[in-house]
């Protein structure tokens, strides 16, 4: 393989990879903030504030804690003072398994079937990014 060839290769994969892992955001930006309060429920928020943008996060971290911390960490680079996160589950897929059985009588024969079906779900963070006024 020559060695402009293998470079594009390499700039293909690093922004296939860098839009895998970028984080959706819909909103304004303000100026980077430090720190960002963090809120489960919109009431716990005390002090006046806007609504400056949303995203969902859903996609490619380990644990629920890495994901939080995401949030938190796209809330400072958008220039947020708190974000109110609400927990969510979403179903992406389903499998059915059917299964049945035969039995034999005297004078008839009778079959019954079931069948069983199983939700595959994602985890997902819906991040309501706030500007305290």
Do not use: H, R, W
């Not at 380990?62 to 911390?69: A, I, N, P, R, V």
């Not at 035969?102 to 997902?124: A, D, F, M, P, R």
Request: hydrophobic share 35%; net charge positive.
């Amino acid at each position: 393989m020559k060695k402009s060839s293998l470079i594009k290769s390499a700039a293909v994969l690093l922004i296939t990879l860098a839009s895998a892992c970028a984080t959706p955001y819909f909103g304004k930006t303000y100026t980077a903030t430090q720190n960002v309060d963090v809120y489960l429920d919109a009431k716990d928020v005390k002090q006046t504030y806007e609504v400056m943008g949303t995203s969902d996060v859903d996609q490619g971290f380990s644990s629920l804690e890495k994901l939080q911390q995401k949030v938190i960490e796209l809330g400072k680079a958008k220039g947020a003072d708190g974000v109110i996160m609400k927990l969510d589950e979403e179903v992406t897929g389903s499998t059915k398994n059917d299964f049945g059985s035969v039995g034999t009588g005297k004078k008839n024969n009778t079959y019954s079937s079931s069948s069983i079906t199983t939700n595959t779900k994602v985890k997902k963070v819906k991040a309501t990014f706030i500007k305290y006024k």
